[in-house]
Structures are given as structure tokens and as C-alpha cells.
């Protein structure tokens, strides 16, 4: 069974065709370890410190310690209970690989997809994700794209109060740090601004983890409780498809905030 989900960084500085025009990376092996079901702590966090030492954020790396976590409880209590974790870097890439012998006589098909856990969590959480089943066993491969320095800033956050809305525009990466400082201020407009007309520009956004995700998500709900509507603008088309599957609400996106203002009931 083969189920191939590719899903990009919105970054600007690693786009799906800047890679498809370089050269294929040699991989270069940062972590090969076997686990079972007493061993996932220590997985945990051996793969967490070698994600962060290879340059990954720190919530980013959590967000890959979390999938490799899942995959391999799967591998435990859906294959032959044993496998291995490895980890190489691409060029700018984390691959992480995760498999079984296959001793169980199960293929990946058999893994359950469900909301909030395992394949569901890797396929959009990841950048790209892959599995495969053969005679040999089953073999799942999650790649994580590494920020450039210059990416990894925590976003500055600009409110723009107009006559009819409110422009909140992030610059930099909605990380692990930016996030609470969202959620804080969108908790404040919301109290100071019934059914508050909101657009968010993740225009100059240049990386994310999940901590980020779930801020928007929150934005969503805080303001759609008040009777309010946001709109989110910028984004590339995997990253709106991401927010998309991972959002229990419908999101409303547009290219620009200028455009944004358009799809607003009247006052």
C-alpha cells in the first residue's frame, strides 16, 4: 500500500520548486534507533535533542518528536511491536523514518486513520509523508523542512485598526512564541469590538509549527463565538489546504486584505 500526502512550508525560502530544481542531497544519518514498547520516553527524547541540534526550532522539533511518536506506537500495537526510528538530513530537509519488519503479516493499510492521531496527524503536520508496505515490512517517511536563520525570528505582530475591520499582519515565524501573543490580542479585540471583522495577513509569515496552527484555530473560534468573521490572507495553497483539514471550523481565506474586505457581511 502506498499513500502519498506532500504537504510544503508556506516559507518563502523553501518552495516545493526551488527543491524540485536542486540537486538530490546526500543524506546524512544524525539518529538510528530501535524501539519497542517500553522504549517510546526515551525515543522521545533522544529524537526531540537531536531535531533541535540539527537546527530545527524547538516547536517545530516537537511537532516531529510528536508524529514519529504516533508512527511508532502504530508500528507497536498494529504491526510486530518492534522498529526503528531514523533520522537523516537533506540539505535543507529532516527525513524521518520510521519502520517494522513486518513480522506481524499486517500492512499499513490496516493502520487506523483517525482524527487527532497517528497517519492523520503525520499527513498534515509533516511537510510531506509517505507509506509503504511490502514483504519486508512497513516503512513511513515524514519530512520536516529546516528554516533558514534568518526564518526562525518569532513574528512581530501589527494591528491596523480601520473604519470597518481590523488588519492583524504577522511578520516572521508563528511559532511556539508567537502564538500566546496572537490568542492574547484577538482575546483583546474581541472584548473591545462586538462582531469584530478581522483579517489576519500571514503574507510575510516564514515559518510555523503547530503551536502556531492551533492560534489561528483559536482566532477562529473566539471571534465566530461572538458573532464576528476573520479572514486569512497570504497564504500559499498548501498551507490554506493544511488549515483547512486541521481546522474543526470552515475558514474563510483571500489573497489579499484588500480583497478580504469584500467577502464582509455589510456592518
Known amino acids: 500500500m502506498s499513500d502519498d500526502g506532500t504537504m510544503m512550508n508556506p516559507s518563502r525560502l523553501a518552495s516545493g520548486a526551488e527543491r524540485g530544481r536542486q540537486k538530490p542531497a546526500t543524506p546524512v544519518p544524525i539518529l538510528d534507533q530501535p524501539f519497542d514498547h517500553g522504549s ?18 524547538h516547536g517545530r522539533a516537537v511537532d516531529l518528536v510528536l508524529i514519529v511518536h504516533e508512527l511508532a506506537t502504530n508500528a507497536i500495537f498494529h504491526g510486530p511491536g518492534t522498529g526503528r526510528s531514523v533520522i537523516s538530513q537533506l540539505g535543507e530537509v529532516l527525513r524521518c523514518e520510521v519502520s517494522d519488519t513486518g513480522a506481524s503479516g499486517r500492512d499499513a493499510a490496516t493502520w487506523p486513520v483517525r482524527h487527532g492521531h497517528g497517519l492523520w496527524l503525520a499527513r498534515y503536520l509533516s511537510d510531506r509523508f509517505t507509506i509503504d508496505s511490502g514483504p519486508e515490512g512497513t516503512v513511513a517517511t515524514a519530512d520536516f523542512a529546516l528554516p533558514a536563520p534568518a526564518a526562525r525570528r518569532s513574528a512581530a505582530l501589527r494591528p491596523r485598526h480601520l473604519d470597518s475591520h481590523v488588519i492583524l499582519e504577522l511578520d516572521g515565524a508563528l511559532d511556539e512564541h508567537a502564538a500566546p501573543k496572537v490568542t492574547e490580542m484577538v ?15 500571514l503574507s510575510a509569515v516564514t515559518y510555523w509549527d503547530s503551536t ?33 483539514e486541521l481546522s474543526p471550523l470552515p475558514l ?9 474586505v469584500h467577502l464582509f457581511p455589510p456592518p
Open 187 to 201: 482575546g483583546e479585540l474581541v472584548s473591545r469590538t462586538p462582531s469584530l471583522r478581522l483579517v489576519v495577513d
Open 252 to 260: 474563510t481565506t483571500s489573497e489579499t486584505p484588500a480583497k478580504a
Open 212 to 244: 502556531g496552527i492551533t492560534a489561528l484555530i483559536i482566532t477562529q473560534q473566539r471571534v465566530s463565538a461572538t458573532a464576528g468573521m476573520v479572514v486569512l490572507t497570504g497564504l500559499a495553497p498548501d498551507f490554506a489546504e493544511r488549515l483547512g
Open 40 to 57: 517510546l520516553y526515551p525515543l522521545r527524547e533522544t529524537l526531540l535533542a537531536h531535531a533541535v541540534h540539527a537546527g530545527m526550532p
